[in-house]
């Protein structure tokens, strides 16, 4: 018997604005951040809208290049994505500053059950739900945080 998809969450029409306890270079505003950041990858994966999300990460973060790729190819709006893909940040455990005034620490992420394909001709990937760890690093930059780097670790 076939399991059936979630719903995808409705396309948005505009991209979440930064709250503004998420600006400046205070480790409070570090949480707001990463939390708002996932709203942006969450943007992107609807939309296939990139820019965004880019405009708040550093310009060598490979890992968030690498996933404005996949989701400009793959996403809900072009049909590619359908389901309970959207990011949640549960918890930030662990902020900590470290070297040249940046700050690293991770945070606990759920996504729900989705599929995914690369083309519309492709077969699908189906992804169960699951529980990860975004590991990251932020750099400040005009006065706020942004993302230098980052990486999703399954749980």
């Known amino acids: 018997m076939p399991t059936s998809q979630p719903s995808s969450p409705p396309t948005p029409s505009a991209p979440p604005d930064r709250p ?3 600006n400046g270079l205070t480790l409070a ?5 990463i939390r708002y950041y996932s709203e942006l990858l969450n943007y992107a994966s609807a939309t296939g809208d990139t820019a965004p999300m880019l405009s708040s990460s550093e310009a060598g973060c490979e890992n968030c290049k690498s996933y404005a790729k996949f989701v400009q190819q793959a996403n809900a709006s072009n049909g590619l994505l359908q389901g309970d893909y959207l990011e949640r940040v549960t918890d930030i455990p662990e902020l900590y500053r470290g070297e040249n005034g940046r700050l690293g620490g991770s945070a606990t992420v759920a996504i729900g059950a989705y599929t995914s394909k690369q083309s519309a001709g492709a077969s699908p990937i189906n992804l169960k739900a699951a529980k990860y760890t975004r590991e990251f690093a932020l750099s400040a930059q005009g006065g706020n945080w942004v993302m230098y780097e980052m990486k999703l670790v399954k749980q």
């Open 20 to 22: 503004a306890a998420a």
């Open 29 to 33: 505003a570090a949480d707001k951040f």
